[in-house]
């Protein structure tokens, strides 16, 4: 089951599925903070507003602002 970004909560353990239409020079910063493609993803918080939201990837802590990532897709998987 995709999941959009408006739809990840605090807690949550998700996968980047796929960049959809996020804009090239986005996705390229996107890849060099280590998100790809296949990468586990522990949502964190999320700002009272609803930006920005809080990740951990790979061990380091993004913030994403919800506009920039809204067009990516994700699925749930189980948080190790």
């Given at each position: 089951m995709k999941l959009k970004t408006q739809?990840?909560?605090p807690g949550h353990c998700v996968?980047?599925?796929d960049y959809g239409q996020t804009d090239r020079s986005y996705r390229r910063r996107l890849l060099a903070l280590g998100l790809t493609p296949g990468v586990d993803v522990h949502i964190v918080r999320r700002a009272p507003l609803g930006c920005p939201l809080q990740?951990?990837?790979r061990g380091t802590?993004?913030?994403?602002?919800?506009n920039d990532v809204?067009?990516?897709a994700w699925e749930y998987v189980s948080c190790a």
């Open positions: 739809d990840l909560r996968r980047l599925v990740v951990t990837v802590s993004l913030l994403l602002r919800e809204a067009n990516l």
